[in-house]
Antibody, heavy 122, light 109 residues
Framework: DVQLLESGGGLVQPGGSLRISCVVS????????MNWVRQAPGKGLEWVSL????????DYADSVKGRFTVSRDNSKNTLYLQMNSLRAEDTAMYYC???????????????WGQGTLVTVSS | EIVLTQSPATLSLSPGERATLSCRAS??????LAWYQQKVGQAPRLLIY???TRATGIPARFSGSGSGTDFTLTISSLEAEDFAVYYC???????????FGQGTKLEIK
């Protein structure tokens, strides 16, 4: 059974940093791209970042580019998101999401974690 | 950047009725579109991908159609557990990014 479990969220001051994690099980982690998707309170879904299965390629939404860094440790089945220079508008539930297809195909998210809440406030 | 526009913003229907939700893309996405369901306090769930393929475990009352710029999610006969928010999603190659529609809230009438 595929499972994704995020952790590391919390309250951080504007300008601060936080690293959130997502531990997965139930599939061969290194074979699949992974993503971070966030949802501000009462708002819709916003894609944040992607990383390929090998970790050699990443990309980011313009809203976080230069401030956030995605990485993964395939030996630990864990995905990370390092968030620096946090702003109030980064306040959201952060979900990790598994890409459905193998590389080059099916750019959808077939499994999601339950989310970890990041609040940026003084 | 491709923009996805969903309509209506809110749809009020009764159990047993048919629901039709729309997603329009600002430029063609071929059939590379997905639909998700999100209930309050839960993560989204993949319903439909490649415009019309049901994801694993999704009931047959959910169906998707469309190609190019106009897509539809149909729920043939609403059940109580179907009242939720629905999002469409696509992925573009340049710039490389994923985008979601703003969502349609399906509420009980």
């Amino acid at each position: 059974d595929v499972q994704l479990l995020e952790s590391g969220g919390g309250l951080v001051q504007p300008g601060g940093s936080l690293r959130i994690s997502c531990v997965v099980s139930g599939f061969t982690f290194s074979n699949y791209g992974m993503n971070w998707v966030r949802q501000a309170p009462g708002k819709g879904l916003e894609w944040v970042s992607l990383i390929t299965g090998s970790g050699d390629d990443t990309d980011y939404a313009d809203s976080v580019k230069g401030r956030f860094t995605v990485s993964r440790d395939n030996s630990k089945n864990t995905l990370y998101l390092q968030m620096n220079s946090l702003r109030a508008e980064d306040t959201a539930m952060y979900y990790c999401a598994k890409k459905l297809g193998q590389p080059g195909t099916q750019y959808y998210f077939d499994h999601w974690g339950q989310g970890t809440l990041v609040t940026v406030s003084s | 950047e491709i923009v996805l526009t969903q309509s209506p913003a809110t749809l009020s229907l009764s159990p047993g009725e048919r629901a039709t939700l729309s997603c329009r893309a600002s430029q063609s996405v071929s059939r590379n579109l997905a639909w998700y369901q999100q209930k309050v306090g839960q993560a989204p769930r993949l319903l439909i991908y490649d415009a019309s393929t049901r994801a694993t475990g999704i009931p047959a009352r959910f169906s998707g159609s469309g190609s190019g710029t106009d897509f539809t999610l149909t729920i043939s006969s609403l059940e109580a557990e179907d009242f939720a928010v629905y999002y469409c999603q696509q992925r573009s190659n340049w710039p490389r990014m994923y985008t979601f529609g703003q969502g349609t809230k399906l509420e009980i009438k």
